[in-house]
């Protein structure tokens, strides 16, 4: 059983700037693609970032140029460093090993002035 945990919301003003961390109870994060999703209120779950094993990374269009998806095997965490926010990323966000279902409780992120 793989737990996930999520850190680092919190509420910010627009262009700010958060870091959020994803650690794993295992050495997951080593061995599978790890995805950042995100979800609004009365929206779907949406990919925001993804980081393979090899370490290549792919982004929503949304995020791209502003987020920065990286791991740290060591620690079994993945990071979303998150800059010039906008209103449009508050959200929930969640990581993710691909494929499976495991998933944590989330942190939310509220961006607003």
């Known amino acids: 059983q793989v737990q996930l945990v999520e850190s680092g919301g919190g509420s910010v003003q627009p262009g700010g700037s958060l870091r959020l961390s994803c650690a794993a109870s295992t050495s997951i994060v080593s061995f599978y693609a790890m995805n950042w999703y995100r979800q609004a209120p009365g929206k779907q779950r949406e990919l925001v970032a993804t980081?393979?094993?090899?370490?290549?990374?792919t982004y929503a269009n949304s995020v791209k140029g502003r987020f920065t998806i990286s791991r740290d095997v060591g620690k079994n965490t993945v990071y979303l460093q998150m800059n010039s926010l906008k209103a449009e990323d508050t959200a929930v966000y969640y990581c993710?090993?691909?494929?499976?279902?495991?998933w944590g409780q989330g942190t939310q992120v509220t961006v607003s002035s």
């Open positions: 993710n090993p691909n494929p499976s279902d495991y």
């Open positions: 980081i393979t094993r090899v370490g290549t990374t």
